[in-house]
């Protein structure tokens, strides 16, 4: 394996943004790290906790620092491309949030500047941090060997609380809880490798969430058809009762195939703390439960002075491949493109009620 140092720009200060400057931090080839972001109060608070050389509230500013080689694009989503574009354009290495873009155009112009700049060393890795989940690594070994055969079909269901879905929600009023499912059309994706989805038919119901003001469904049930006819049953429920003891998704993965099953539970249900002092969710500011499943913060969770989980093995995976060439088995920018086509057919389908094809 080669080793190299290499230096981080962080775009974006928030939640995730956070994670991922620490875990770069702590990174033995990084060796320079830039944060910006566009409230500076959180670059440079950020900046000081992580050690960072230098902070800004200008993205270009900080992507174009010459000590920069990578970037971390950790925006809100309808902030993603402009800084994923400078970079590339700049022939730098990139890791995006999920989703690539918001709409097809979008993911498409990202997908066409990363093959034009890759001749100067640019590269686009999209971050679906469910691959990185032991379950859903493990999963994907099993079929890596035939365990299953060809897969004939798979159930997901996901549910999550109302309170996320409102913190969701009030950065993204139009968004619905199929796009809580972009992590698991990733997936299914990544496990039906080389059999696209090609058609969504889908069907949702209104209730809590349109009664608090957002003109969503509370829940969504789709069908995906494959191109060799595989289909797929995603369900989703974004809208539990806030005080759900779940800090992030719970989730059932189902696969299926002519040589055998995989059934991976999710639910977090084995781990359950129950305290009067009240515990902190991983993803909304100040709300707390008092009885939680421990593990179902979807990023991961801090303990012992250490993040751990998905989005810590994601990005720590990502900073080796750049810098000791292991394995990149973060979503390529033209999966990443499909799992949005499929979300937007998904919500495409909700609204007229009929079958929708996958744009290609």
């Known amino acids: 394996m080669r080793h190299q ?4 720009a962080v775009v974006g200060c928030g939640r995730i943004g956070t994670l991922r400057a620490l875990m770069a931090a702590r ?6 790290l830039a944060l910006s972001d566009r409230d500076p109060a959180k670059a440079e608070k950020l900046a000081a906790r992580a050690g960072a050389q230098c902070w800004s509230a200008d993205n270009l500013e900080a992507i174009s620092r010459p000590e920069v080689g990578a970037v971390v694009v950790s925006t809100i989503e309808l902030e993603h491309v402009e800084p994923v574009l400078q970079a590339l354009e700049q ?9 690539l873009a918001l709409t097809l155009a979008e ?5 066409a500047a990363a093959l034009q700049h890759a001749g100067r ?22 079929l890596r060997h035939g365990r299953l055969g060809s897969l004939t079909g798979a159930v997901v269901r996901l549910f999550n609380t109302r309170s996320q879905a409102m913190q969701t929600l009030s950065r993204l009023p139009e968004n619905s809880p199929t796009s809580g499912l972009t992590y698991y059309i990733d997936l299914m994706g990544w496990f039906f490798a080389d059999n696209p989805v090609v058609e969504v038919v889908a069907r949702g119901k209104r209730g809590v969430l349109r009664d608090s003001g957002h003109n969503t469904t509370d829940l969504a049930h789709a069908i995906l ?20 003891p779940v800090l992030g998704h719970a989730a059932r993965v189902e696969l299926l195939g002519p040589d055998g099953v995989m059934l991976l539970d999710d639910d977090h249900a084995d781990r359950m703390l129950y305290s009067e002092h009240g515990v902190g969710h991983v993803y909304i500011p100040g709300h707390e439960v008092n009885m939680a499943f421990l593990g179902s913060g ?3 969770d801090w303990a012992m002075d250490e993040f751990w989980g998905p989005v810590a093995t994601e990005t720590r995976a990502w900073l080796d491949h750049l810098t000791a060439g292991t394995p990149a088995l973060h979503a390529a920018p033209a999966e990443a493109r499909q799992t949005l086509a499929v979300t937007l057919a998904m919500e495409e389908s909700l609204k007229s009620g009929l079958p929708v094809r996958v744009a290609r």
Request: glycine share 10%; hydrophobic share 40%.
């Open 298 to 300: 979807t990023p991961g």
């Open 107 to 111: 993911a498409d112009r990202l997908c």
């Open 27 to 32: 990174h033995p080839a990084v060796s320079f």
């Open 91 to 99: 022939g730098k290495k990139v890791l995006v949030e999920k989703p």
């Open 225 to 244: 058809t494959c191109a060799d006819g595989a289909v797929i049953a995603m369900s989703v429920s974004y809208a539990l009762p806030k005080g759900f």
């Open 121 to 142: 060393g640019a590269s686009l890795h999209v971050g679906f941090s469910r691959r990185f989940k032991k379950r859903y690594m493990i999963a994907k070994e099993q």
């Open 5 to 8: 140092s290499i230096g981080v």
